[in-house]
Every structure is written in C-alpha cells, then in structure tokens.
C-alpha cells in the first residue's frame, strides 16, 4: 500500500490546482479521478467546451449579420457545420485536459482512475481500473457537483437534456426550451439562438441572473429580447412530458394561469448539486449536511481534522476560481502557512455577449444593510473604443461607500468584461476609494476607459464623456 502526504480526491479546477501546490510545496501527492479525463465539469463539460461554442456562434451571428456593415463581403451563403463546430470543442477540450495531464507528471503527482471512497479517516479504496487503496496523512475532497433537477422531470438526455447533452448535440434545435434563467441555460441559450434556434427561457424568479444586480439582470434581458428569445419571467414549471420528438412544458404564470409550451428540446438548467455519491463520508467521520454539502469550519476543516474539502461540495459560489482558491488555501494551510480568502472578492462572470460580471456587494446587499452608498455609472455606448467595434451594448456600474468613497461593489455588463472585471477585485483587495480608480490612468481608447468613467461618476458625478 502507497502512503501520501495528502490525496485529493476529484481532479477538477480544485482538486487538480489543490495537488499541483501541495506538490511544489514539498508534500507527496496524490489524486483520484473516477473518469477517464482530468480537469472534472469545468474542463470536460462546462466552463471550457461552453466558452468554446460561444466563442464558434459568436464568430457564426458576426460573419451573418455584422462583417457586411464593417465592409466584409463574402460571396454565397454562409452555413453552419455543427458537426465541426462540436469536433472543435471537443479538440480544446482535450488539449486543456491533456495539459492537466502534463501538470501532473511535472509535479510528480501520483493519478488514480477510479471511484475513491474513505475507508478510514488514513485509508482510501479505488474502484475502478486503478483498483486498490492508499494511506493518505490528509484527504481533500474535491468531488464538484452535478446538475440539478426537479422532482418530476424525467432527464431522459435525448430531448429533456442537462448542460452537459446540450454541449454535443446532433443537430440544432428547432425551438429550445429553457428551464432556467441562470448562468448556463443563458449561456447555451445564446449558443443556439445565434446558430437560429427559437429559444424560450422559462424563470421561476421574477427576473434572470437573481444573484445579481437587478441593473445587469434588467440589460440583458434587453440583449436577449433583442435576439428575438422569448423571456418568460415569475412562471412555475409544473410538468415535462416528452411525446416522440416533442417535449410539452406546462408553466403557472403569476397570475395563476396555466401555460404551454411546445419545442423539440428542453434544457433543464434550474442549478447544481454538491455531488458526494460513492464517497463513503460517514466511514471518515466527516459530515454532509442536509442540503448535500460537505460541512468545514473556517480552515476548510471537515468535521475529522486530518480531511478538508473544497470547491462546490461546500458551501458558497460554485465557481471554478473559488475552488481553486480554496485548493491553494488548503494546501497552504497544510505546509504551515497562513493565507486568506475574501469571499466577498471572488468575482462571478457570465460568458454572454454582452458579458456579464461583478465583484462586492449588489445595490440590493448595500439597503438591505441599511448602507449608505452612492452610485456612478458609465455606459459603454458612450466609448470610443466600443463605437469603433460596434459593441455599445452595457454599462459599468461602481457603488462606493458614501461617508469614506471606499469601493464596496462593481457590477458591469458589455464587451469583454470578463477580463475587467479583474481591475475592480484588484482596487477592492487593496480598498480603493472611488476616486483612487478614477485617477489612475487608463489607456485610450479601450473598454477599459468605462471603469474610470464610472469611478469619476460616483466620486463627484463628474464623468468626462457624458
């Protein structure tokens, strides 16, 4: 039998980040995967292949509606492949994964394919073609999450379908119905509906993005209304029923009124699960909650001292930057560190076009806290930089403490915000005030240029460019 210093079980942005650092900080490692492919959802079947077909329809709704305006004529018609375009999803996510691969080897980390469960809190069994089991010193788990899904919803993954079905489909749906209007179901919605899918959203809220700022809910639900998709808001799905190649969604509207709706696929996106099955918790002492997540104290401690846990089986976002963050902290934690994590600084981002992202608190946090706040806000519309690509869509949105101008929130919605997001957790890490970021100076011209619009907006409203 093989001792460890620490194994990980799970390989995905957690686990595999959580071996890399446990193994250059000195620790013989090891990780336990029960399928074939490192890198878990994120790699195999969520943030890298969705980026992937967004990135493909995005280039598809240019080539067809935006290259004549910009003087690029091509001759005939253009025509989606969505055989390459899956074939091509599939390669970056097997490069990505083959690049966790070389990592392990790099680090000298020991991989076993298998299902890992705890024999002991010191013993872990694998199931699976490395069948056997391990001592490990101390255990992380890592083992992510799954799809949701109501009560009475057959998943039968041909035409009621998770995430991860949509991300291969066959063909392109005539009418894609959508249960769900959270971060995936707008993602894969935006996919089909660029490729000519009808797409109907149907939302339990009365808005899309709920964790949000109702500001960037408000503006993307324009962008999609705009894109001819059908936002169905504050209707409870009752049933789903699958007849040959037509799937029925009946929904109660709010005002008590039972509607229909009528496509060749349903997406079931309503969120995801802490995913601990296999794991054989209780036979390490180590606690699952009744909501399914694995339970741990500040340090990210289970409740047996020598076994942690990160990622979306615990509690919090589940994001695959939060993971890995709590990969890194565990690992240095181990070594004798002491590092930190501020939950309220990890940033969420939602890969639409316009994107979506934000840090801090929401404008909602802020009165419900009875904080005293002001707000600048800058539209992109209003940029050079967004003018010249054609991508005015957005706006950024800075809330800043009213007494001390301290940055407590920045929430924005356009081009490429993904990556500006970036700006705002580094001024809120080292507590800028509003008037910090608007002094600063940022390039012209550049989507960029909005932060410190915004940041000059909620310091004494005096923005240049409005």
Not at 100 to 123: C, Q, R, S
Not at 166 to 181: C, D, M, N, V
Not at 189 to 198: I, M, P, S, T
Request: include cysteine; hydrophobic fraction near 40%; charge should be negative.
């Amino acid at each position: 039998m093989k001792s460890y210093d620490v194994a990980v079980i799970g390989s995905g942005p957690g686990g595999y980040v959580a071996a890399i650092r446990c193994a250059q900080l000195g620790m013989k490692t090891a990780i336990i995967e029960k399928y074939a492919t490192l890198g878990g959802t994120c790699l195999n079947v969520g943030c890298i292949p969705s980026k992937a077909l967004l990135s493909s329809s995005h280039h598809y709704e240019e080539a067809t509606k935006h290259f004549e305006e910009h003087g690029i004529e091509i001759p005939g018609e253009i025509k989606v492949n969505l055989e390459k375009m899956i074939a091509r999803k599939q390669a970056v996510v097997d490069q990505t994964t083959g690049g966790i691969d070389f990592l392990m080897k790099k680090n000298n980390i020991d991989v076993y394919e298998g299902l890992g469960a705890f024999k002991d809190a010191t013993h872990i069994t694998i199931e699976g073609k490395d069948a056997g089991e391990i001592e490990a010193k101390h255990t992380i788990i890592a083992t992510g999450s799954k799809p949701s899904n109501l009560p009475f919803i057959n998943l039968d993954k041909e035409r009621v379908i998770t995430s991860t079905e949509a991300l291969k489909l066959k063909e392109i749906p005539k009418h894609l119905i959508i249960i769900g209007g959270g971060v995936i179901g707008l993602e894969l919605g935006q996919v089909y509906r660029r490729l000519g899918a009808e797409v109907t959203v149907i939302e339990y809220m009365d808005r899309i993005l709920p964790t949000m700022d109702a500001g960037l809910s408000k503006e993307l639900n324009k962008v999609f209304k705009k894109a001819k998709c059908k936002m169905m808001m504050s209707h409870k799905v009752q049933s789903v029923e699958r007849k040959g190649d037509e799937v029925i969604v009946k929904a109660e509207n709010k005002k008590g009124e039972v509607v229909e709706f009528k496509g060749d696929y349903c997406l079931v996106s309503v969120g995801r699960r802490p995913y601990t099955d296999g794991l054989n918790a209780e036979a390490a002492g180590v606690k699952i909650n009744d909501r399914g997540q694995v339970e741990v104290n500040e340090h990210l401690q289970t409740t047996t001292s020598n076994i942690y846990a990160i990622g979306d089986v615990i509690k919090g976002a589940m994001l695959a930057h939060k993971a890995e963050e709590e990969g890194v902290f565990v690992a240095e934690t181990l070594a004798g560190q002491k590092p930190h994590i501020d939950y309220n600084l990890i940033p969420g981002v939602v890969y639409t076009w316009p994107e979506v992202a934000a840090v801090g608190k929401t404008e909602e946090e802020l009165k419900e806290a009875g904080t005293a706040y002001k707000v600048g806000q800058f539209p992109f519309r209003a940029l050079g930089r967004a003018r010249a690509s054609g991508d005015i869509d957005g706006f950024v949105k800075i809330l800043a403490d009213k007494s001390t101008d301290e940055v407590l929130g920045v929430h924005m919605i356009g081009a490429r915000c993904a990556d500006l997001i970036a700006e705002a957790v580094t001024a809120m890490e080292f507590r800028a005030s509003a008037e910090d970021i608007s002094r600063y100076s940022h390039a012209h011209p550049t989507f960029a240029e909005a932060v410190k619009e915004a940041a000059l907006a909620a310091t004494d409203d005096r923005p240049l460019h409005i």
